[in-house]
RNA sequence: GUAAUACUGGAUUUU
């Protein structure tokens, strides 16, 4: 779960040499592993082991394969997974239907998303509140932002609460949309509502906030997340100096990389890129040149 | 003869 598959994998081939049979709980475990990194191959080689040994995959698994086939875009190949699950008797629940739609939300078929949205309805099977806020997701993206507040509005007369995925979603969606008001009047709302807005909505309005060139007001959220309990993470660092260095402000940014060397954070391949991005809109082509040779020297893979 | 409210599939932000 947390990433490391190899070690995972070699604890899996140690329990076979020592003989031990593995279950559905461990086949399922290092399916979805491969599945989250887009190793689909591999899953699926493991689950036909699976089959093999008399096990019989469940819902864990099936979900976990057609998650990874709509990671990689292969829609058809998870419909097809989905058939010979239905096939085998195995009955889809709110799950296995979010992780297609959310798939064909994400390859930019809203059609077939709401076919399936339609059709878990007339199998009486209830979408959560992670089955609103991947449609809603969907449509956000796609900039159907009435559409998804719709939904928003449908949800909550279901009594099914949006939570703080759902209101950063949408609140990243009018900020997307050029409409910071609605998104600041939704933030209120979701405190009225008893939620605590996090990091990541701190991190969406003050990208929103960068994005329309207002970085004065995006700085003044960044210094009082702290006084509410929110503290500033890689995203946020790389959201600003990105501002910075497109306002042309670069004294700023290197106030920005300062500031992180003091906390927790090490820059990450966002930061480097958007340094070098920054250096060669500036016409520091040849600095960007240079400190791409230095990150390069000290074993950083740009990609 | 002993062990658990433990462990596996879905949704949010930055270049």
Known sequence: ??????????????????????????????????????????????????????????????????????????????HSIFREML??????????????????LRNGDIEQAFKLWTEMGEKEILPDVVAYTALISGLCKRGYMEEAHECFTDMTKKHIFPNNYTYNLLIDGYCKDRNLASAFELKKEMVERGLVPDVFTSNILINGLC???SINSASRIYVLMPTKGV????????TLIDAYWKASDMKQAVDIIDTMSWSSYSPDIHTYNT????????????????FLDSLVATGFAPD
């Open 211 to 213: 994005k329309q060139g």
């Open 1 to 78: 779960r947390v990433g490391h598959i190899e070690q995972a994998s070699r604890l899996f081939n140690q329990l076979i040499e020592n003989g031990l049979a593995p279950n559905n709980f461990t086949y399922n475990s290092i399916i979805a592993a491969h599945c989250s990194v887009g190793d689909t191959y591999i899953a699926f080689k493991l689950y036909d082991a699976m089959v093999k040994s008399g096990l019989f995959p469940d819902l864990s698994t099936y979900g976990a394969l057609m998650m990874g086939l709509c990671k990689e875009g292969k829609m058809q190949e998870a």
């Open 87 to 104: 096939g085998k008797g195995l009955i889809p629940d709110k799950i296995i239907f979010t992780i297609l739609i959310d798939g064909h």
């Open 231 to 238: 503290f500033p993470d890689i995203v946020t660092y790389n």
């Open 275 to 290: 340094w070098i991005n920054g250096l060669c809109n500036t016409s520091m082509t040849q600095q960007a040149l240079e």
